[in-house]
């Protein structure tokens, strides 16, 4: 066997071990924990969710905002007021899949951090206000905008598919809004730990600290 | 610097720099909570703005006038608005005017307004982000005001926390100051016990060890004090009729016979008793000794028609009748008196008043007399007696005839004191050990001119005799206090003040104004001479006098010292610096007496002075029995270092 060999097998057999020893999307303390707050179930979902991420590790956004999409669009609905007895109520990811059940905020939260962890840019990440038609009430979607120009695709948690934004006639667009890309006026430059949204940085702090 | 101020300062630096942190960190936390209140309105505005941008449908010239339209109506520094490729769309900044604030708090603290961004939307497009930046000279406003309110409810904390501080430091302390107190009152010789034992652990254990070594030390000058007294009364008093020894008058005498004695002269009585071998063999010791006491009590009785009178026993069978400013006449009858009274007693203890009987000899002395030729004048005046019919013979002194008459003496005076014509003379009071002075001497001179000049053993007894004397230490006061003599600066002088002076009323009061406006200025360290006799007395007018020269830096100085007094309470009392006897004193007291009298001196700091000190070989024993300090025609011959 030739060196050339021998080193594209050591090659090979790096990047295999470590996409086996990649960092897990919720990780096994976590797990524990989300386990023993909720069920065996609960466990089961996020080993079911981090099975999906993976499957689709490697493929086009489009395939991981489809693949996101549908999985998170399986959890039931239900309003902040009857689950967390709060009006208005950003769960986390862990909370969400935890309980398994949510409303519009909640599905977009968790499929924005699914997709983060799957590696989209986060600029082409937004949050979107909007208002349905169909229900006539305000709500949210996960917008996907892959220039910052071009039209985007919605994830909507009322619609297990990806659409584009011109497709989506009952949605009327209010605001945008990304809390990743604020930049300093004077120098351009990100600013680090700086507020961005209210609600945003609130979620944030409530990942921060793990909470389940 | 004391406990008290050192522990002030550390407390007082303590709660600066607490103040100073407190200052700081609330000031920070107020400019970071401004910032966080300019990036919160900024917020606010960017995401109310840029949802009304929305409504603009990308059309610039609306979107630049709505930011207008804003930045026109609020506080703001500045708005921008880039497209979602970072191209500027919009910039509105506010060309800062002057900041109403200091320039040092300008250059102090600087607050940068923080940038708030929103997304600009429009339908489904992105149009771009709107940043907003907060208008910052109110918040620099709101600052300098907070930190001006900071630093005046600061200052006055830290000044309300100072005399707190000092309150609670006082109250914790004040047990240090009874310490204090009473150690400084152990440097100064004085020795008192703290009644209120604090209750601090430490402090009390100091008060409580500080209390056993004064009340040892007390207990000690007690002792000593006592066996004073014991040895003066083995070397005063004649054990079988309880009156004075020959020692004492001898002792005494010179406070009789000087020139500035209150007394001028008087009868010394001394009186024989005769035939006591008889009487001895016929009634017995014992009945004897009563028959001496019997007597001595008519001696006594007699004598006490006359202050400062002395009655003492000489010797077995010999007495002596000091009286002072007794005329011829009057000695005369009460020796007579004597004489009829003891012959009664002779006959009460049935003996033969022709073989026991006695014989008085009056000797008229004066004050220019020694006490050598007072005794050998008297002893004639008795020998004489002896032979006499009556038993009484009177010597009168040998007139000198003085070199001016009396009333010459008084216009003198009485013109040198109208025209101020007392000057000083120091005389030298010399440590033998070390040969250092001590202290000079005033005496007292009455200088008429260049070329006349009376000295004090000249003018002072005409001075006394015209009633003079107390004007004359009157002018020495006002012209030592008034007119200091600046060659006597830096030194350290010793004045006498006789004892007539000291008790005369108002002298008190004269001295006491005169300390008041002049004390300060005396350009010498003054020493006031008091003599033994006016301190023993240990009245309120000695304690109002040492507490005056107390108050103005004054020391006190004791003067024909012999140790007569029922106790030396008053030396511990007083404590004057020196205590001065003649040097014969020194010389004829016991060991036992003088150890004793040493004790005190010794642990009240006062100094031995042995005064009248002529000869060298008078000095050689007074050194020997450790008396150094001497003043008479010695210190002069002494060679100083």
Redesign the interface.
Known sequence: MSKFKIFFFISLLFVHFSLLWAEPYVDATLLEKITKKYNFFAKKRFLYLQKSLDAVKNKSDIKKLEKVNSFFNKVKYSPDMKIYGKPDYWATPWEFLGRDRGDCEDYVISKYFALLYLKVDAKKLFFTYVRSSKFKEAHMVLTYFETPRSEPLVLDNNNFKVLKASQRKDLTPIYHFNGESLYRVETGKEIKNQKSHKKFDELKLKMKRKKI | MTLFKQIAFMLSIFLLIFLATVLTLNFKSANNSVQERL?EDA?NSATSL??SL?SANGDISIMTTMINANFDSGNYR?I?LKD???ALIYDRELQRDTIDVPSWFLELVNIEA??????V?S????VG?L?V?SDDSYAYKQLYTILIDLLISSSIIFIIGLIVLNLLLVAILKPLKGVQKQAEAIIRNEFIIQQSIPSTVEFKDVVLGMNNMVSKVKAMLAKASQELKYQKELEYIDKVTGLKNRKYLIDKLPEYLKVDAASKGGINMMISISGMIEANEQIGHKEVDKLLLSMANIFDAHATNYENSIVSRMNGTEFSILLPDCLEKDGLILAKNIYNSCQKITKGFELDASLTYISLGLYEYNYKDSIGELLSQSDNALTQAKFSDIKIYLAKAQTTVDVMGKDAWRELIKDAVKDKHISFAPYKVVDAKRKKIVHNILSINLKIDKETIYYYGQFMAPANQAGLSSKIYDNVLDMMFKTPDISLKNLVCSLRLPYDYLVEEGTFDKMHKLFFTHAKALPFRLIVEVPDKFMHQNSIIVKNYKALFDKYNIDMGVFEFIGESVDYQYLQEFRPVYIKAQGDFFLTQSNQALVALRLITDTMGISLIASGVMQMDMLKRLLDKDINIVQGKVSEMIKLL
């Not at chain 2, 923080?114 to 997304?119: T, Y």
């Open positions: 990036y917020k840029s949802l929305g500045r921008v979602v490729d970072e923080p940038v708030a961004s929103a997304n939307s339908g489904w497009n992105q982000i940043s930046q």
